[in-house]
């Protein structure tokens, strides 16, 4: 047996082992018609923002941008969902299959996005006799915590990132911009 056959071989081996995700039209469809779910109930509810005066005509007020942004998200629903209807699915040989872990990484994201909007929601709280604001230590938990999930280890670099991050927000939204957070 050559060298070159040795290489064929094991690479004949290597495709074998390795079978991409298998092809599925369903979940084009599925993605399309959710797509398409949330873009309609996010362009509905864009039209329910309350406005403290009207816009003359020819001016912006607080609904013009999520309303452009509803429509596009509709716009590219639909041709997404089009899409799916009308074409043979994609290959998907490119995409790895789930790996072990996975699905529970992606449960624990979600716990942990959940428990972080259930704090963020109490806004400020009294402690000491202090009034602290929940978001910035909520925040720089959070994306501690999602960075532990996905395998980050180095303690100073996480406190660091996370601090600093979690500032920059903080200070261009909450203090520059003054959006409530």
């Known amino acids: 047996m050559s060298p070159s056959d040795d290489v064929a071989a094991e690479t004949a081996s290597v495709q074998d082992d390795y079978q991409g995700a298998p092809a599925s039209r369903p979940l084009e469809i599925v993605f ?37 942004i509803g429509v596009t998200a509709m716009v590219i629903a639909l041709a997404v969902l089009a899409m799916a209807l009308t074409r043979p699915a ?44 929940v978001f910035p230590i909520a925040a720089a938990l959070l994306m501690a915590a999602l960075m532990l999930l996905y395998g980050h280890r180095r303690w100073l670099s996480l406190v660091i990132y996370s601090v600093s991050v979690t500032a920059f927000v903080y200070v261009v939204f909450g203090m520059l911009l003054r959006i409530p957070l």
């Open 32 to 68: 399309g018609v959710v797509a398409l779910a949330f873009s309609a109930g996010y362009l509905f509810l864009s039209t329910q923002i309350p406005l403290r005066r009207e816009a003359v005509p020819g001016q912006i007020d607080a609904r013009f941008w999520p309303l452009v």
């Open 90 to 133: 994609p290959g998907r040989e490119d995409l790895e299959r789930i790996q072990p872990g996975g699905v529970l990484r992606v449960i624990a994201t979600l716990a942990i996005s959940g428990a972080f909007i259930a704090v963020w929601a109490l806004g400020s709280v009294i402690l000491f006799g202090y009034r602290i604001e």
